[in-house]
């Protein structure tokens, strides 16, 4: 079984629609919650960030944490064509360097 | 803003040739990774460094080696490449403590 396992879609929605990405993993000593976006032919970057359990909202983003599930989300408001990206979530433990990627969720939003 | 900038965005070598991937940051960061990426296996690292001259391996070192010898540069080397090795790879670096890593654009490396 993988650490973490991430469903690789692909995911097509029309523009406008709620998205949500999920992640879920097994080790329960992971703290940091990452999710990047990667567009085609480029590298990843950070979109959202969180610390343990809980929300965070960034403008139409919002990464949920439910640790006594091992389970985090992405969720996309109001998606949009420039949306339409591969989101890799990512896990960190405390005091450690490494991170461990899912395998990325292909996002196509339909304008 | 941060950059990261690898040597080539594409690279077709032969089996058995020494390839050296470059990867320059001009962020002062102290550290810096190796990853490679293929299709439903997501991101892998290869080799981490943490300092000049030091280095880590990651969970997938065979085959490659690093060097570090300047603070803002970080090769990968594929001492005899080989077809399995045909990938996306990927620099990132960043800051002890901070969890975010700064990616490059990648080096697509085929290898026949």
């Known amino acids: 079984q993988k650490e973490v396992e991430q469903d690789p879609g692909p995911l097509s929605v029309p523009e406008g629609a709620i998205v949500s990405l999920n992640c879920t993993y097994s080790?329960?000593?992971?703290?940091?919650f990452m999710w990047y976006r990667q567009y085609s032919r480029k590298g990843p970057e950070l979109l959202m960030y969180?610390?343990?359990?809980g929300n965070k909202e960034d403008g139409r983003f919002t990464a949920q944490v439910d640790k006594s599930s091992k389970y985090i989300s992405l969720f996309i408001r109001d998606s949009q064509p420039s949306d339409s990206a591969t989101y890799l979530c990512?896990?960190?433990?405390?005091?450690?360097?490494?991170?461990?990627f899912g395998t990325g969720t292909r996002l196509k939003v339909l304008a | 803003d941060v950059k990261v900038t690898q040597s080539s965005r594409y690279l077709v070598k032969r089996t058995g040739e020494k390839v050296f991937l470059e990867c320059v940051q001009d962020?002062?960061?102290?550290?810096m990774f190796w990853y490679r990426q293929d299709p439903g296996l997501g991101l892998r690292l290869i080799y981490f460094?943490?300092?000049?001259?030091?280095?880590e391996k990651g969970d997938i070192p065979e085959g490659y080696s690093v060097s570090r010898e300047k603070k803002e540069r970080f090769s990968l080397i594929l001492e005899s490449a080989s077809t399995n090795q045909t990938s996306m790879y990927l620099c990132?670096?960043?800051?002890?403590?901070?969890?975010?890593?700064?990616f490059g654009p990648g080096t697509r490396l085929t290898v026949t």
């Open positions: 080790n329960s000593a992971f703290q940091y």
């Open positions: 990132a670096s960043g800051i002890p403590s901070v969890y975010e890593q700064y």
């Open positions: 969180t610390y343990s359990s």
């Open positions: 460094s943490y300092d000049v001259k030091m280095k």
């Open positions: 990512a896990m960190q433990t405390s005091g450690t360097y490494k991170y461990i």
């Open positions: 962020m002062d960061h102290e550290n």
